[in-house]
């Protein structure tokens, strides 16, 4: 059983920058790979980015490709979402999410079940 702690979302104006961060307990974490998630209202949460269990795998949707980058630090079972050039679009909850047997591929494709943490809230408006 994993649990997930997300934290650093918060209000940043348009074209600023925010770091999420997703500290990761109970489990090997370096035998998962995980993925960024994010929700807007009414909405089923969409694929951000993922990464593979050794960091060297990484994909990214097209709408944030170029401005987000994940990374992983398996010494303190964390992983990261360096968010830059934010939009107002960009605002939404985002979610670390993984499950047993997680595959990161271009489809970014969200859990089904498996492990979520509770979201930390993003909001990028002037």
């Known amino acids: 059983q994993l649990q997930l702690v997300e934290s650093g979302g918060g209000l940043v104006q348009p074209g600023g920058s925010l770091t999420l961060s997703c500290v990761v307990s109970?489990?090997?974490?370096?035998?998962?790979?995980f993925g960024w998630f994010r929700q807007f209202p009414g909405k089923e949460p969409e694929g951000v980015s993922c990464?593979?269990?050794?960091?060297?795998?990484?994909h990214y949707s097209d709408s944030v490709m170029g401005r987000f980058t994940i990374s992983r630090d398996n010494t303190f079972g964390t992983v990261y979402l360096q968010m830059n050039s934010l939009k107002p679009e960009d605002t939404a909850v985002y979610y670390c999410?993984?499950?047993?047997?997680?595959?990161?591929?271009?489809?970014?494709?969200?859990?089904?079940?498996?492990?979520w943490g509770q979201g930390t809230q993003v909001t990028v408006s002037s």
């Open positions: 109970g489990d090997r974490f370096y035998t998962y790979a």
């Open positions: 990464i593979s269990t050794s960091g060297t795998n990484l």
């Open positions: 999410a993984t499950e047993r047997g997680y595959y990161c591929s271009s489809e970014v494709r969200p859990p089904i079940g498996g492990f």
